[in-house]
Structures are given as structure tokens and as C-alpha cells.
């Protein structure tokens, strides 16, 4: 079984009263990790949070963030529409090749904009103006690793500015009024290796730093941004929280000493809301021919991540925890497309038609990576709120939907 899971009688619960295929999301677990994380970093005092929106777009789902503490990081003028409707008062905007006025708009709802490029401080100036605090996204490139292996590959990433270009950026950004700064780096991505987060601050640390003492604006902040990995599969190991923010502690000792005033800020999506979110489905027809097929009710519309990446999601069978994993099968959608696939060659307790499938870890980049291809409509979305009750918190795509924009 996966690291995070509900009684097989919510899932069972949950799809007599929705027709299947839904997304599931359980919101005392989404609480209980937030929760955890804030504890895990309150040695810092200004530490906060900042959800990835793009992970789990649902308003509802951002409340509940919000009464937790977060703020949103938003990356586009629908993600800051969204802030705005759950009346959020701490964003983040991550720009990135951004319309213009999508900066006016953020710099309006007085977001901190983290600024991917040089050029963009021109953008930023003429659109809302640069502000006093700016966030400056580095990318130092090569390979970036742990003690023993590589993590991530900022040297073949879009991503930040070089470290001279921090530099002159901020020069720039002074001139025109700046006073202070943050640095931000996403340099991995589902990563479970406990070092990521600690060297990602050193670096951020000693780079902000150096900076600092450069340009005399002052690093207020140090965003260490999402990437932070959850177990997809049964066997992986669950990121310790609190040693990783033990180490990242550490590393902040070890390049700012006794000095108290950087505020350690995180953007994580998938950490946060990924493993408290499933996509519910039903096996609908078994095909035998070169290999077993168990066609269910979803498709790679409703969770893209096993056809566009080759992901792994664990698959349980309600009902049917315990019994052997004795038959091999290709979980398909029903889409024509061959990679509609959400296991290749999986184990699975045998498995009769009209069986509820559990697909596990969808929380993240499940729902809100979904698209139309094939004529198939976006599904909906489940909340099981705090007090145990199941609640729709959007509705499925109809046909009307699909057509409400053509002309
Ligand atoms: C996608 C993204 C995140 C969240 O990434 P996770 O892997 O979900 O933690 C955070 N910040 C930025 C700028 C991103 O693009």
C-alpha cells in the first residue's frame, strides 16, 4: 500500500454517491501536512509557504491552504483570478516569457514577482512598476547535485538568470528603487533525495549573499520554491520533513550566523496536496488478445502524468486489499491514443468488470494536467472535508462546455 491511503469504505462510499470518474481529495490530510511542514520550519521565523496553484487549481482546495497559512504561487492571469477569489493576500508570481499585463495585474494585487529574466525588469517597470522587493529566479547551470549524485539539470533548463545576470539585474532594479530582494531556485522536480532542499538553500544562501554585499540591497528572502518528491510507489521512502528542514537550518547558521532576518519561503505543490488526492475509476471491459487490457472509465484526459512521463501510480482494487496480486494487466483509458496507459504489465488482485479502481498520488498535477483530446470532458472533483462528509467541489465537463467556445 502506498504511504498515504483512505479505508476502502470512503472510496466506496464516494462512488455510490458520484458516478465514476472523479478526483478524491481529503482535506485533513492536505491540513495535517501543511501543518507539519510549518512546524518543520518554524525555527525561521518569517518562513511561509507559498502552494503551487498549478498543482490543484480548485478553490476550495486553496481555502482550505489559505486557512492553514499558506499563500498561492501563481503563474498566470487565471492562477492570480483564482488568488482572487479565495481573497488571498500572499502571492508569489513566477513569471516566465509572461503577457505584460499579467505583471500590472499581480503587481496590483500586490504579489512579490519572482522574475525569470533580465528583461523582464523593463516589463516589470513599465507594467505596475518594480516595487521595493523583487525576487530574482537563479539558474546557476551544469548539473546540480547531492553528495552522491545528480539531482537536477539547471544547465538544460529555461528557467532564472545566471549569476552575473543577478548581478546587473539587481544593479538595475536599485537604481529604480529597489531596497530589497529575494532568490529562488527550482532546480528538481519530485525529488526524494533528502539533500535537495539543503543544498539548494546553501546555494541560494551564499549566492544571495554575495549579492547582497555587491549590490547593497538588502536579501530579505530566500524562496527554495517546489520539487520536494512524495512515495509514488509502495516501496519509495516518505521526504523527513523535519530533518530536511534540520539541515536547511544548518545551512542557514552556517552563511548567515546569528542573523535572524532571511525569511525561508517555499512553493510546493505536489509535496503538499499530491498524496492526499485519487482518481477514482471502474474497470469497464477486459480484452485478451498479445496481452491482457483492463479498459476503465478514466483516461489520460482526467490524469496525463503515466502517458506523458512514463509516471507511476499505485493501482489498488476496493475491496480486494490482502489478496494476491496475481494477474498481470495494461490499465487503458478509452482515448486513441496508444500511451492512454495508467500501468504497463501491472500486478493486480484479479479484477471483475464494474470493480472501483484507486489510482493513488493524483492530488498533484493529476486534474489540473487534464485536457480534451478525443472529444473526453474533464471530470469531477470530490472534497472529503474535515468533518468526514463528501462534498462536489466542481462538476464534470458536459458537452455544453466543450462546445461554449466555438464561434
Ligand atoms: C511547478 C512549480 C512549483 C511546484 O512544484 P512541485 O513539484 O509541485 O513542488 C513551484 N514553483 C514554481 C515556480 C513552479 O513552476
Redesign the pocket.
Known sequence: MPNFSLPDTVFEEAASRFPTPFHLYDARGIRQTVRDLNAAFSWNEGFKE?Y?V??LPNPHILSLLIEEGCGL?C?SEVELLLAQRVNCRDI?F?A?AMPPHEFAMARAMGAII?LDDISDIETLRDNGGVGDTVCL?FNPGGTFGGDSDIIGSPGQSK?GMTAPQILEALKTLKALGVTGFGI?A?L???SSNREYYPNLAALLFQTGLEAEKETGVRLTFVNL?????IPYRPEDKKVDIRAVAESVREKYVACFGTRSDIAIKA??????T?PHGWLITRAMHLKQIHKTYLGVDACAADLLRPAMYGAYHHISVVGKRGKPDDTLYDVTGSLCENNDKFAIDRRLPKVDMGDILVIHDTG??GFSMGYQYNGRLRSKEILLQDDGTLKMIRRAETPDDYFATLL
Open positions: 507559498y503551487a498549478k498543482a504561487d503563474a508569489m513566477s516566465n519572482n529566479r528557467y529562488h527550482l528538481a522536480s519530485n520554491s517546489g520539487g520536494v518528491g512553493e510546493l505543490g505536489r509535496y503538499v499530491g498533484a498535477h
